[in-house]
């Protein structure tokens, strides 16, 4: 009997309980609410402000006047200063159409046109002067490029690809057509343990002249030179002279071992 007591007991509770949670639901006020965003990438324009700028050779050029061109990465533009750092105007702005830019890695300027590699190396962009399309060319299977420069007939840049197994195996420069068409692809590598350490140590510096391809490894004491051809002139590891400064680091770098 006290049993049965103590159950009809629990139920009345309950049941009250379950009454006053629903009326109390019936006297709260409701209210219908909306939200509504948009962002429209033409406004975002910010200021002439040079505090995020890497200054690499990759990010800056300029022309036979000496006017000077900066890849402005984080802010998706370029911005042309006189020689004396006396800012003209903004070339670009953000946005992935013909005429916008979107994290662009690299750049060069030859005979009054750039030739951007944007969306970090993803799709070259090629405009005049003015920020005016020309041309644009989309790589599948490129992960980022590092460097670039521009000859009378060759764009020649520096991919990293998106291969997380095979990425031991690639080059170190890509060489193709003004009508981009892929000649060759060439150089060795510093072969890595991991991905992520082959994308650090094979970021390189790239400069052409006399159809000769300089440049250097930006993480690792190594500079090097190619024909056009391919065909290496040198590759020189600064350890291997006799100066203090360049080999007092650390063991690893001098056996590879990353």
Not at 224 to 238: A, M, P, R, S, V
């Amino acid at each position: 009997m006290r049993n049965n007591f103590n159950y009809f007991l629990v139920l009345i509770l309950f049941t009250f309980i379950i009454n006053a949670c629903i009326n109390g639901i019936k006297n709260i006020e409701t209210k219908e609410l909306s939200a509504y965003s948009a962002v429209n990438l033409n406004n975002f324009e910010p200021e002439v402000n040079l505090g995020m700028f890497i200054f690499i050779d990759s990010k800056f050029c300029t022309d036979k006047d000496g006017t000077l061109y900066f890849l402005d990465f984080p802010n998706h533009r370029i911005l042309n200063f006189t020689e004396k750092g006396k800012f003209i105007r903004q070339i670009g702005r953000i946005g992935k159409d013909k005429n916008g830019l979107f994290y662009p890695g690299c750049f060069s300027l030859y005979d009054n046109r750039f030739y951007i590699f944007d969306e970090d190396g993803k799709k070259l962009k090629i405009w005049d002067i003015n920020g005016n399309s020309l041309f644009e060319r989309r790589f599948e299977n490129v992960f980022i490029a590092d460097s670039s420069c521009v000859t009378d007939k060759y764009i020649i840049f520096s991919p990293k690809y998106k291969d997380r197994i095979n990425y031991n195996k690639n080059k170190l420069i890509s060489v193709y057509t003004k009508a981009s068409k892929k000649i060759k692809k060439f150089g060795k590598i510093i072969k890595c343990k991991n991905y992520e350490a082959h994308l650090v140590f094979n970021k390189i510096s790239l400069k052409v002249k006399n159809n000769c391809i300089y440049g250097c490894f930006e993480n690792y004491p190594i500079v090097f030179c190619y024909n056009i051809e391919g065909k290496e002139i040198f590759y020189k590891d600064l350890r291997e002279f006799n100066v203090k400064e360049i080999n007092n680091i650390d063991k690893k770098f001098k056996t590879g071992g990353f």
